[in-house]
Every structure is written in structure tokens, then in C-alpha cells.
């Protein structure tokens, strides 16, 4: 069974950074493509990042000069470092892994979500 267990989020001021962590058991290599979505109150879910196997990244439109993906096969783990933090980037951030990076399927795994509230 996997499971997708994401940590980091908290309350930030404007400006500032996060590091979310998403550790992937029992191993990274269970899925093709992992990827973190934000939803924020009231708003539908949006991809903001993902990874692939390979190593290949894609980002949203408003998040590829300020955050960046990256993973840690060895930790069995992906990270989304987010710098410059709006308060506009307020929502829950779901670590989703699948078959498909950017395509949410039936097959997709995701982990509990991590609160991140930015301050103004």
C-alpha cells in the first residue's frame, strides 16, 4: 500500500520560505510521477510542481520562479521549497503520486495535506 505523508506547512509572513516534505513509502520508485497541488478556500485544486521518475520537473505558471521540486530517492522523499511566499499561496498542499505527471487518475495516491498560511 502506498502511502504519501507530507509535513513542513505552517504560518509564514510574506516573503519568507517553507519547505514541504513528502516521503513516499514504501518507496519512491512505487510511482511514475509525484507532484504537489494546493487548494485554497473555496477554489478547485491546482498543481503547482512535479517530478518524475527521471528526474524531469514541470511547475505551474505562478509558482516556476519562486518554488522549486526536487527529490531525495534515497530518503524516499520530495521537497518543494518555496521562497518569496505571497499571501496569495495560502491553501493545503497535497503531495499526489500517479501514473501521470499533470493528470490526476484513478490510480492516484495522496497524502494528508499541510496547511500553509502566509500572513501580510
Known amino acids: 500500500q502506498v502511502q504519501l505523508v507530507e509535513s513542513g506547512g505552517g504560518l509564514v509572513q510574506a516573503g519568507e520560505s517553507l519547505r514541504l516534505s513528502c516521503v513516499v513509502k514504501?518507496?519512491?520508485?512505487?510511482?511514475?510521477?509525484i507532484s504537489w497541488y494546493r487548494q485554497a478556500p473555496g477554489k478547485q485544486r491546482e498543481l503547482v510542481a512535479g517530478?518524475?521518475?527521471?528526474?524531469?520537473?514541470h511547475y505551474a505558471d505562478s509558482s516556476e520562479d519562486r518554488f522549486a521540486i526536487s527529490k531525495d530517492n534515497a530518503e524516499s522523499t520530495v521537497y518543494l521549497q518555496m521562497d518569496s511566499l505571497k499571501p496569495a499561496d495560502t491553501a493545503v498542499y497535497y503531495c499526489?503520486?500517479?501514473?501521470?505527471?499533470?493528470?490526476?487518475?484513478?490510480?492516484?495516491?495522496w497524502g494528508q495535506g499541510t496547511q500553509v498560511t502566509v500572513s501580510s
Open positions: 514504501p518507496n519512491i520508485f512505487t510511482l511514475n510521477a
Open positions: 517530478i518524475t521518475r527521471g528526474g524531469s520537473t
Open positions: 499526489n503520486g500517479g501514473p501521470i505527471l499533470g493528470v490526476v487518475t484513478e490510480y492516484d495516491y
